[in-house]
């Protein structure tokens, strides 16, 4: 007898209960089961979905329960590359493996669970299902008569059939049926508003010209319509035939004219599958392409062949990028793709933000003849569906997207390229919380290909590891369009002395009143709104957030204060609510201030906005992104999101509105992130033919991220931030865990947290762990949502495994945190 076969099952369940694997055994009926598969368990006293993930192991003195049944899906929901890659992330960032595949599964995918009836086929000797043990079937009952004929159009859901016995007495007799061989009885993953979209596809019956053959008379819109489908039908090429959906047709001539043609057989209606497509109404041109006949400059040509050497050997290997805005990374990526794409591997690029998704999409469908997916949180959830389904399907040559993208099924991949590896837009903030550029690394070493990263300012982890080695380093340092910009810093202290109250200095007022015919510029200030803080100025009210108590933005569209914690939005008052007073100010500014004061003072100039709010309104970022890109905008006002990927030759001018918005907040990353804002959105002038100039404000001139910038030392502040690095053990040097608590009382959480520091500090001297424990200490943002946060950090060469036992609700864990706030 051979032994009972294990595998382990992710069960889709909330709680401390969802947070590991179980061992479920294999009924032969269900011999076959893959890895991937959904399937149908016991947990507790309740049935509930479950992911087949590989190989189970039995615990001594349990036994192991078996699977009920197998949930219809279509085979594996995820290839056994995305099977390998869930588990590596479920165990890296202390994810629930459940969770982890819901991330890489279309939205509402597993929502709903259904069990479909559906009536066999019939046996052309005798008009019944056959039964291969019985012979023909009995004469059914009338109750199992009035099932069978609910089932004779198609299948049905079993909750959708009428039940005069009751529910338990029709599952009977549809499981005895079953055993009769006259329906099949399948549990089916339902999708939820994220299902395929079916359209209906009229033609001509056979035969069919102008209706004259008919016996009754055509009115005149239906011979309009019939008259159309003929039209169709002659334009149509050769051995195709000519179909309209169904709806146009409705439209133009009256579903009941279509709804008459079809009971006198004059047409026919086909049912087909009408797939969403993101970049369907988008041109694919020469935009932002490489000109054709030119070549590759030698540093650029190094690099290709370092990847294809890496792409021969077989081997793992990451390489970094590494040089100049304006270098010529996208034209590495396009060589790269090529040489992918001619080998028949598909490939994966990752960008941080969907408004660079756009641009490098259109190059690639510009100098690539290939079939590109695009994956972002800005999708509508059907059509981040049918792109799902494209991709597991195997229809699609390159994916791009934001750090979603890199959980699209791909079944193989021969490239992977993450292009502005530094930024923190990779970092997730909600479960499985991965950072996208390491988990790209890991689907390198799962598939056995390159890694690409690019960025003219890495992050100081990957600094750290190309100078010790474990990245290969390629230097772009030519700048291949236009000279490197002029660099001018404007001291904000002296502006202020003189009067200046506005956003814009003399010098940054000067240049954009110089701007000369056909030349743009780009103003970044990396903060929304029109003022940071509303207060009252007789008694000195701040407005703030009652959840989060941190000052409320005012947003001059639609007159809101809004959080720009928690996302709650208010009315502004027209009087102080503690003393009544009109006289309520605005102080600091965001975007939008920007924005209005271009506006006014500027009349002739035509301006636009990209940040947060607009990316969240679908379709805009896309259209200010292209109107600037044509020309049609002459500024474009945005938060770090205009910082990026934008290769625009008219762009003369790049003013840096306030330098200090993140300099000083109290985390390690704060002066990395402002030197990357700062460098890359500098790197935006210049690329044409004409001079550029970058104007950079700030109140603190001598900082070292403003100095690095201005001087352009990036050596000298890298050096720097690693031996910051290195004396604190964090990354490269280490690695850090943050596990937040959050509860209504602010006593209670802090007590938590204390709880657990104690807790983990004592397993850490058991086990001789080098972790170093702190906290509890508030967030920066204390409270949010009626919540009180504490937070608590590990650091060392590997803390998660002093969370060998994970805490659960109400604690969160962040494994590599982008940010200790």
Not at 498 to 513: F, K
Not at 657 to 680: F, K
Request: one cysteine or more; proline letters at 7%.
């Amino acid at each position: 007898m051979s032994a009972t076969r294990l595998v382990a099952v992710a069960v889709d369940a909330a709680g401390a209960g969802g947070m590991r694997t179980y061992s479920y055994a294999v009924p032969d009926s269900l011999a076959g089961l893959e890895p991937g598969e959904a399937v149908l368990v016991e947990f507790g006293r309740r049935q509930a979905l479950g992911i087949v993930l590989g190989q189970g192991e039995a615990v001594p003195g349990i036994e192991a329960k078996p699977i009920l049944d197998r949930v219809r899906a279509d085979g594996p929901l995820l290839p056994a590359l995305g099977m390998r890659l869930a588990t590596w992330i479920s165990g890296h960032y202390l994810a629930p493996p459940a969770l982890t595949l819901r991330a890489m599964l279309p939205p509402g995918m597993l929502e709903r669970l259904e069990l479909v009836a559906e009536r066999r086929p019939t046996d052309p000797d005798d008009g019944t299902a056959a039964d291969p043990a019985e012979g023909p079937a009995e004469e059914a009952a009338p109750a199992d008569a009035a099932i069978l004929e609910a089932l004779a159009a198609g299948p049905r859901q079993v909750r959708t059939i009428d039940a005069p016995e009751g529910r338990p007495a029709l599952l009977r007799r549809l499981r005895a049926l079953q055993a009769r061989g006259l329906v099949d009885l399948d549990w089916t993953l339902l999708a939820a508003g994220a299902g395929p979209r079916w359209v209906r596809h009229v033609r001509l019956a056979a035969g069919v010209t102008d209706g004259s053959g008919t016996t009754s008379r055509l009115g005149p819109r239906q011979l309009a319509l019939l008259a159309e489908l003929r039209e169709v039908g002659e334009d149509s090429a050769a051995g195709e035939v000519g179909e309209v959906p169904a709806p146009e047709l409705a439209a133009r001539h009256g579903s009941s004219a279509l709804a008459g043609l079809l009971r006198r057989g004059l047409v026919e209606i086909d049912v087909r599958e009408a797939p969403r497509r993101p970049l369907g109404a988008r041109q694919a041109g020469r935009r932002g392409a490489r000109p054709a006949g030119s070549d590759l400059s030698p540093e650029q040509a190094a690099a290709v062949d370092a990847v294809e050497r890496a792409v021969a050997t077989g081997g793992t290997r990451t390489l970094l990028f590494d040089g100049v805005t304006g270098g010529g990374k996208t034209a590495i990526y396009v060589e790269l793709l090529a040489g992918t794409l001619a080998r028949g591997r598909p490939a994966l690029v990752l960008v941080p933000e969907i408004a660079l998704a756009l641009p490098l999409v259109d190059r690639l469908r510009a100098d690539l003849d290939a079939r590109v997916a695009i994956v972002h949180s800005g999708l509508a959830d059907g059509e981040r569906a049918d792109e799902w389904r494209r991709i597991r399907r195997g229809e699609v040559e390159v994916v791009v997207g934001t750090r979603l993208a890199v959980l699209a099924p791909l079944a193989d991949v021969g490239l992977i390229i993450v292009d502005e590896e530094h930024d923190a837009a990779f970092k997730s903030d909600r479960t499985p919380r991965l950072q996208a550029r390491d988990v790209a690394l890991q689907l390198g070493r799962l598939a056995g290909v390159p890694v690409v990263l690019g960025s003219a300012t890495p992050s100081v982890e990957t600094e750290g590891r190309a100078r010790d080695g474990a990245i290969e380093r390629h230097r772009l340092t030519t700048r291949l369009s236009g000279a490197p910009p002029r660099i001018e810093v404007v001291d904000l202290r002296a502006e202020l002395k003189d009067g200046n109250l506005g956003m814009l200095s003399r010098s940054l007022g000067s240049a954009l009143a110089a701007l000369e015919e056909g030349e743009q510029a780009i103003l970044v200030i990396n903060r929304r709104g029109t003022a940071s803080v509303v207060l009252c100025r007789d008694c000195g009210y701040v407005a703030t957030c009652p959840d989060c108590t941190r000052p409320l933005v005012y947003h001059q569209a639609g007159q809101t204060l809004r959080c720009h914690h928690c996302g709650r939005a208010w009315p502004m008052p027209s009087r102080c609510p503690t003393c009544g007073s009109a006289r309520i100010r605005y102080l600091g500014g965001g975007t939008e201030r920007v924005e209005r004061e271009v506006k006014d003072r500027f009349p002739g100039l035509r301006v636009g906005r990209l940040d947060r709010d607009v990316v969240e309104r679908r379709g805009a970022a896309e259209r200010v992104v292209d109107d600037f890109t044509d020309g049609r905008l002459d500024v474009l006002v945005g938060t770090s999101l205009v910082t990026k990927g934008l290769d625009i030759p008219a762009v003369t001018l790049v003013g840096i509105v306030s330098a200090d918005v993140a300099l000083n907040l109290p985390d390690e990353r704060a002066a990395e992130r402002t030197y990357q804002l700062l460098a890359q959105a500098v790197g935006r002038a210049g690329r044409g033919d004409r001079p550029g100039a970058a104007i950079l404000q700030t109140y603190q001139p001598e900082h070292p991220a403003i100095v690095a910038v201005a001087e352009r030392r990036a050596e000298a502040f890298y050096d720097a931030e690693l031996d910051l690095r290195r004396r604190f053990g964090s990354p490269p040097f280490g690695r850090l865990v943050k596990l937040t608590v959050a509860l209504a009382a602010r006593d209670e959480a802090q007590a938590a947290g204390e709880s657990l520091v104690e807790q983990l500090r004592a397993r850490a001297a058991a086990t001789g762990e080098r972790v170093e424990v702190a906290g509890p200490a508030p967030a920066f943002v204390a409270r949010r949502g009626e919540r009180w946060r504490f937070n608590v950090v590990l650091r060392g060469p590997d803390p998660v495994r002093l969370l060998a036992d994970p805490p659960g609700a109400p604690w969160s864990i962040d494994v590599d945190p982008e940010s200790l706030l």
